[in-house]
């Protein structure tokens, strides 16, 4: 079976960092852009970034950018987001999903069943 699983959250002070991982399992990961969405306690979802299965295809979201970095291990069957200088708004269970779309296809068109289940990242003093 195919499964897509977040690690790496927690609890952090403002300013600080944390990277989270993406593991996939059951398929290959090379065919795959891989995105990362995220949603704050009563509010909606929203894109963070993606990593594309070609050099070159990222994508940030405004707030996001300059802060997290998104990457891929092929190999690995991993991918990764590395936050830095946190905020509290940055408060949210973040996910990642996998599509063959590129970057901003699956951004804008996320997909509805591959997702993982979410790791909780907490912004706090």
């Known amino acids: 079976q195919v499964s897509l699983e977040e690690s790496g959250g927690g609890l952090v002070q403002p300013g600080g960092s944390l990277s989270l991982s993406c593991a996939a399992s059951?398929?290959?990961?090379?065919?795959?852009?891989i995105a990362w969405f995220r949603q704050a306690p009563g509010k909606e979802r929203e894109e963070v970034s993606c990593?594309?299965?070609?050099?070159?295809?990222?994508l940030y979201t405004d707030s996001v950018k300059g802060r997290f970095a998104v990457s891929r291990d092929n190999d690995k069957r991993m991918g990764y987001l590395q936050m830095n200088n946190l905020t509290p708004d940055d408060t949210a269970v973040y996910y990642c999903?996998?599509?063959?779309?590129?970057?901003?296809?699956?951004?804008?068109?996320?997909?509805?069943?591959?997702w993982g289940p979410g790791t909780l990242v907490n912004v706090s003093s």
């Open positions: 999903a996998v599509d063959f779309s590129d970057c901003r296809t699956l951004i804008n068109n996320p997909p509805e069943n591959f």
């Open positions: 990593v594309g299965k070609v050099d070159g295809d990222t």
């Open positions: 059951g398929f290959v990961l090379n065919y795959y852009s």
